[in-house]
């Protein structure tokens, strides 16, 4: 099959100019664009992929290219933490048993949930998985989505398939999203056996990032041991670490102390991200206060996904602690989830009220957890609008954070890397309606 002959639901295929482009970006000029942190309009300068110049508006004339921001916001574009794209798109012929479990009793039955959900994995076909998280990535480049962490199972099940596939879409996709891989253990280190094995070798085919769920271990030493290997093979392949904690309504759950605990024995600070750590919501306050404390020191970043399950992290206790957070879709319509299109502005826009997050300062918080703050914690270098900078941009059709999440638009335009993204091709490639 042709990697860009692509076939979507409805039935049409489309043919988009993707792929890795090696040549310079041309200069580009975004003219009148509005700044988050600014009170005048600016015009900005790209050239060699970087952001070059930030001036007032025509203080020198356009280079190359231009486009027109018409007084509308520009921002660095999205990042999403935290996306399954081995999954994405199988909530029809998985059925809705996992979902219905994952979700209710105050998720007391998320583990029977994974249980149920792993069925998927037995006939998952690789051709299919690469049409669906194509059709997933073409829906990110649409909505100036240009950078994600996305984990693909490793176990005895899917063995290193979806690895296999994500690195193939990592490729296709270069220079318009960035993909990083991680290795996943959905299914477990110790009660699945062979599993480390299999994360090495998925590491030796190019995987980016080590991925755990120690908490579905069966006992508390095997959740250590869990927590223990991943950090092993990270610290081997010098690679960050992503781990799903505590992602139960059980207040007895420790995972996410056990991971920071590693992160600052093995030095590995700013480079361990938690996931979810939904359990929290139930911890006793001395031990939060506590927790709070050992994930500063160890420089622990945490992804929460408040749409995806009826508890979350305690975000807004975190932020006020310092600790970085951000927001990732998490799921597309697969087992744990209906609905998604890695639209950050919609991920934002749920997040604002389920974590009740409203006031003008908490939307510009709620921003920088789909922009920024997502960038740091998954280790990007200066994802920021500043002169210097990769030029990952987004024009949007609004003139402040509030407009923008109201509406969650595509973007007028995405800059990714330097270079202006097909919108109308990533459009249609994702039958997202106009
Ligand atoms: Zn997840």
């Known amino acids: 099959m042709d990697p860009r002959g692509l076939v979507i639901p409805g039935g049409c295929s489309v043919a988009y100019d993707a792929g890795i482009d090696t040549t310079t970006p041309p200069p580009l000029t975004i003219l009148k664009a509005r700044l988050r942190h600014r009170p005048d309009l600016v015009d900005i300068e790209i050239a060699d992929g970087r952001i070059h110049s930030v001036e007032p508006v025509g203080t020198r004339p356009p280079q190359g290219q231009s486009l027109e921001a018409n007084e509308n916001l520009v921002t660095e574009s999205f990042v999403n933490t935290h996306l399954h794209l081995d999954k994405v798109f199988t909530l029809s012929s998985l059925g809705d048993a996992a979902l219905a479990d994952y979700q209710t009793g105050g998720m007391g039955q ?56 994500l690195l193939a879409l990592q490729e296709e996709f270069v220079g318009i999203v960035d993909l990083q891989v991680v290795a ?23 995987a980016n990032v080590v991925g755990g769920i120690p908490w ?53 600070h700013g480079r361990a991200l938690a996931h979810h750590a939904r359990a929290m919501q139930l911890y006793p306050e001395p031990y939060f206060a506590r927790l709070v404390s050992l994930l500063a020191a160890a420089g622990v970043a945490v992804v929460s996904d408040p749409h995806t399950g009826p508890l979350h992290a305690r975000v807004k206790e ?102 202006l993204v097909d919108q109308t091709a990533m459009r249609e490639l994702s039958a997202v309606p106009e």
């Not at 996943?184 to 190019?206: H, K, N, V, W």
């Not at 579905?216 to 223990?228: G, K, L, P, S």
């Not at 092993?232 to 392949?237: C, G, K, M, S, W």
Request: hydrophobic letters at 45%; a negative charge; glycine letters at 10%.
């Open 318 to 419: 975190l932020l006020a602690a310092g600790i970085t957070v951000s927001l990732g879709q998490d799921d597309i319509s697969d087992g744990y989830y209906a609905f998604g299109r890695n639209n950050m502005l919609e991920v934002a826009f749920l997040g604002a009220h389920l974590l009740w997050m409203m006031a003008g300062p908490e939307l510009e918080v709620l921003y920088d957890s789909v922009t920024t703050s997502a960038g740091r914690s998954i280790g990007l270098k200066n994802h920021r609008l500043e002169i210097g900078a990769p030029a990952n941009l987004v024009v949007l059709q609004s003139g402040t954070v509030a407009e923008a999440l109201r509406f969650h638009a595509a973007p007028r335009a995405v800059v990714s890397h330097g270079r």
């Open 184 to 206: 996943f253990a959905q299914d477990g280190i110790i009660r699945e056996p062979g599993t480390a094995e299999l994360l090495r070798q998925c590491m030796e085919l190019g």
């Open 110 to 165: 998320a583990m029977g949930a994974i249980e149920k959900a792993t069925a998927v994995k037995l006939g998952q076909d690789r051709d299919a998985m690469l049409t669906a998280g194509r059709r997933a990535l073409a829906m990110a480049a649409y909505y100036g989505n240009t950078h994600i962490r996305a984990l693909a199972d490793v176990d005895s099940k899917a063995g290193t398939r979806g690895v296999e596939v």
């Open 216 to 268: 579905i271990e069966f006992t508390e030493a095997d959740m250590a041991e869990h927590v223990r290997i991943c950090f092993d093979i990270a610290v081997e392949y010098d690679a960050d670490v992503s781990m799903l904690l505590d992602d139960a309504g059980d207040p007895g759950l420790r995972t996410l102390e056990m991971m920071a605990v590693e992160a600052l024995r093995r030095n590995w």
